[in-house]
């Protein structure tokens, strides 16, 4: 006779068969292939949440903040990995899914693949646009130099600026450029130069090293910081064939951190060479200069008018006098014929004016209102009016009147 059967709770049973997940070595370090789907970022929490599948099968995957934090790439819907982690139930829900320790991109180095992302992120975003960049000071007076103490780079930097422009003053900030805490101190030293304004412009660098060395320059934080300065910054990380995402932020890349402080500063030398050329230049001018006017001078010394001004006065004075005269005589022509045309219409308006006409014998009536009287009916018998004549005036009375009748 059997026994009465075990009868277990929903959370005894997930409970069970989770015991069984977690005590199988196979499961607690597994390595898994395939391609990510269903991805969520949980921006609160920090959290990852995915499903990995490949052409057959898929399984829920998550990977909490504090492994997520590591990752130097972000994960992607499509995107083919290599995880590592366990698989274990998530008792709430009697799911078993792979908690993600690790993941690496497959086929791709999971820097490699950070590297490009942010690229094309901040590329998005204008800040390697050409016009965004701020020129170099031709003249700075102070240099600053973020690199390590400890380097190659801070001594050739500071070796060729001595050389090159030993006018201007460097002003050096240590930090380190390699490892965890570099990025950090790294874009304090920008926000410092920045607040203090101590610098005209700044080179930023390091020497060559692998793209884990170099990884500081590639980071997010860095990047926004070289684009935020105020101060021109001149990139130098690497050798020649090395390229960072600051490179392409910054106002300037130069192939390494000599090449650097020789963009970031003129040479003295030739400045000196300039300087010497040009007043050199410039005084052969001057020379050729007093030269054509020494000869203006000597020409003017020695003309006729310099020698012997009264004979030009005089010149002056005979052509003065032919001016006069010949300006008189235009006068003289000019009255004559003016006179002459007003003679004639004077004689014509005399033969028009009615003076002309009394003379010979005519005269005018004016009635006691001085309107000429050109009709009998406008005046009476007894009534006074005035005839005017060539030689003066009537006063007259009307005795009698007669009207003309045709």
Known sequence: MTGSPVILSITQLNTYIKSKFDGDENLTNTFVCGEISNFTNHYKSGHLYLSLKDDKCLIKAVMFAQSARRLRFMPQDGMKIIARGRVSVYEATGQYQLYIEDMQPDGLGAL????????VKLEAEGLFAGERKKPLPKFPKRIGVITSPTGAAVHDITTILGR?????????????VQGNGAAPQIVDALERFNRLNCADVLILGRGGGSLEDLWPFNEESVARAVAASGIPVISAVG???DFTI???VADLRAPTPSAAAELAVPDSAELKYTVSYDASLLKQYINITLTDLKQQIN????????????DLIELQRIKTDQLSAKLASCVRQRV???KAEFVSATGRLNALSPLATLSRGYSVTYDKNDHIISEVSKVRVGEQITVLLDSGRLGCVINSMEEKHE
């Open 299 to 310: 020409r003017l010394t020695t003309s006729y008018s310099f020698r012997k001004p009264q």
């Open 246 to 248: 600051c490179d392409f």
């Open 239 to 241: 050798h020649e064939t």
């Open 164 to 176: 090159r422009y030993p006018l201007a003053e460097v002003v050096f900030c240590p930090v380190l």
């Open 336 to 338: 004559a014929g003016a």
């Open 112 to 119: 490699n693949l950070a590297f490009e992302q942010l690229k």
